[in-house]
C-alpha cells in the first residue's frame, strides 16, 4: 500500500514542478479587441450569428513587447491597462499572472524589440 500512496504523492507533486516558471516583471502596454464577422449557430432551437471575437494583449517587458492573442469563446483576461503583471515565456507561448494571480497561457503572435 504504502509505494501505491508514494506514486500518487510523486503524481500530485510533478505538475507542480513542472510550473516553475522563469517570470519576468512585465506592464500591460495596451489591449485591443475587434469583431471580425460571425458564425451562424443553433442555439434553443433557433439559428442565430454569433460574434467572432478577437482580443489581443501587449505585454511589454525590459527588453521584448509580447502580443499574445485570445480567441473569441474565453472571457477575457483579468488584467489592468498599464498595469504591472508577469510574464513567462514557453516556446510560442505566453503565460501571464493575471490580477488575481492566475496563471493564463496564451499564443505569442508577435514579438516588438524594445
Not at 13 to 25: F, G, Y
Not at 50 to 63: F, G, L, Q
Not at 89 to 105: F, S
Request: hydrophobic fraction near 45%.
Amino acid at each position: 500500500m504504502k509505494p501505491l500512496l508514494l506514486m500518487l504523492i510523486l503524481s500530485l507533486a510533478s505538475p507542480a514542478i513542472a510550473k516553475d516558471r522563469a517570470w519576468q516583471d512585465a506592464t500591460v502596454a495596451n489591449i485591443s479587441s475587434d469583431t471580425s464577422g460571425t458564425v451562424v449557430a443553433p442555439i434553443g432551437g433557433m439559428i442565430v450569428g454569433v460574434p467572432i471575437r478577437r482580443t489581443y494583449y501587449w505585454i511589454k517587458t525590459e527588453k521584448i513587447t509580447y502580443v499574445l492573442f485570445l480567441s473569441g469563446g474565453k472571457r477575457p483576461l483579468d488584467v489592468t491597462l498599464h498595469g504591472a503583471t508577469k510574464i513567462a515565456i514557453d516556446g510560442r507561448n505566453g503565460h501571464i499572472l493575471d490580477d488575481g494571480g492566475k496563471d493564463v497561457k496564451l499564443p505569442i503572435v508577435e514579438k516588438i524589440a524594445n
